[in-house]
């Protein structure tokens, strides 16, 4: 709540505490209810009232990352249970056990006293093709579906690759609206709509007025979901004004990388939510999963879909793999190249793919390629191909990048890929 509501300092008078926020303006107030035991907090703007009790960690499990009782002594070699996941201790694939008991120690006995600490709710690890480290914090645990948030969008990369593997599509360079009846259908008529195709979708380079870190641009996807007029998400995108030629500037866009959902929609004749299962959660051997759905009831590819932390895993390893899950093609090879490829920079020169992140960390002084899915409040899935290693992090961390971004590359290159950097664990 301090991170969304922009808390910026606090101010005692008398008995209360007024806190406010970096213009001074006042968002609550706060005051003992019980002393030492109770403490009100009521928002000036709502008058919504939260109260506090003081907690520890044998009261307060989904705060603290685990109870005294639950404190690990070592790690414990995953379950097999049935997934598809064979399961080895991380010294059987020649992993530095040492370093990851010390990541998974530090993890657990975090204490929360602070906003900008990682709030860590699952690590997995896959390597060589096992899965060696599987941890939960928080009341999480191996059966609860976690939220991708925009982890999620790869998800729609990997729809796109299934459909054009299958010959739905015929490649990423189709082009966007003949699949919804061509441009003349939309509003804002744009011959610039004309060369918009799945590439520019796939890329964040769509060329659409939609920028989901700017709030005043119509396709930024709060603005989007949070208008009722247009119910219709596909439209309501392919209604935008262009404000630049597809393919010339790369911008953060859900609502775009969503309209890869409808094409894939059009071209198969299944509805996403079917596709999905079909082609991707039923080879897969995924049983349990959510997606989200649009006011008009098709499957929502901007981001959210739930997964478990074990499934959502098994996606890494299918691309380590070239496109292969236990025997099973399910995009091709040259299109799990194309992805990892630079393609676009959103963030940094040459950092994204076909909806995959590029990052290389440097350790021991070797540079080291990684792709990754990335979601807001710390949902991270990671290709090491170098190391034949897949690694899942899910988190708590919303609203909050910097400090995702921090735990991120510190846990990766301090703990995760120096631990598969010895001459044991090289690659199969």
């Keep these: 709540l301090g991170v969304f509501f922009r808390i910026d300092s606090a101010r005692v008078s008398g008995d209360e505490i007024h806190f406010t926020d970096p213009n001074g303006d006042q968002i609550a107030t706060g005051h003992s209810v019980e002393p030492g035991a109770r403490f009100r907090l009521v928002f000036s703007r709502s008058g919504d009232m939260l109260d506090f009790t003081r907690g520890s960690r044998e009261t307060a499990p989904g705060f603290y ?8 002594t070592g790690l414990v070699r995953p379950a097999e249970d049935g997934d598809g996941w064979p399961t080895r201790t991380p010294a059987e694939t020649g992993l530095d056990e040492g370093l990851l008991t010390k990541l998974i120690g530090e993890i657990a006995t975090f204490e929360p006293t602070a906003l900008r600490q990682p709030y860590i709710h699952s690590v997995l690890i896959a390597h060589q093709g096992q899965l060696v480290v599987e941890e939960y914090f928080h009341g999480f645990h191996k059966d609860m579906p976690h939220d991708s948030r925009s982890a999620g ?12 593997e299958q010959g739905f599509i015929s490649s990423v360079d189709a ?17 610039r709509k004309e060369r918009l195709t799945l590439r520019h979708l796939v890329t964040m380079s769509q060329g659409f007025d939609c920028n989901d870190e700017d709030y005043d641009t119509p396709g930024n996807e709060d603005v989007m979901q ?4 247009q119910t219709d998400w596909y439209r309501y995108i392919l209604d935008l004004a262009m404000v630049g030629e597809p393919g010339e500037t790369d911008i953060y866009c859900s609502g775009g990388i969503n309209l890869i959902g409808g094409v894939v929609q059009e071209a198969s004749g299944m509805s996403l939510p079917r596709f999905f299962h079909e082609t991707f959660a039923v080879p897969l051997g995924i049983t349990h999963y959510h997606m989200n759905l649009s006011p008009t009831h098709e499957g929502y590819l901007g981001g959210g879909i739930r997964l478990r932390p074990r499934d959502f895993l098994k996606l890494g ?4 793999d070239g496109g292969v899950w236990k025997g099973q093609r ?28 590029r990052r ?26 170098a190391l034949d290693l897949v690694v899942q992090i899910n988190g708590g961390n919303y609203s909050d990048g910097r400090t995702r971004n921090a735990f991120r590359d510190r846990f990766m ?5 120096p631990a598969a950097m010895t001459e044991k664990s090289g690659a199969r």
């Design 153 to 164: 969008k790869t998800i729609g990369s990997v729809l796109l690759g299934i459909a054009i």
């Design 413 to 417: 290159r301090e703990f995760i890929l």
């Design 226 to 229: 949070s208008q009722t007029e």
């Design 330 to 357: 399910l995009v091709a090879e040259d299109w799990v190249e194309a992805s990892f490829a630079a393609q676009a920079s959103l963030n940094a020169p040459d950092d994204y793919g076909f909806a995959w992140w």
């Design 317 to 320: 390893q299918v691309y380590l």
């Design 65 to 72: 990352p685990r109870r005294s009782a639950d404190a690990p």
């Design 360 to 385: 290389t960390f440097e350790v021991s002084g070797q540079n080291i390629e990684t792709y990754y899915a990335s979601g807001n409040g710390g949902q991270l899935l990671f290709v090491v191909p």
């Design 175 to 191: 082009p966007v609206y003949p699949y919804f009846g061509g441009v003349d259908r939309f509003a804002n008529p744009d011959p």
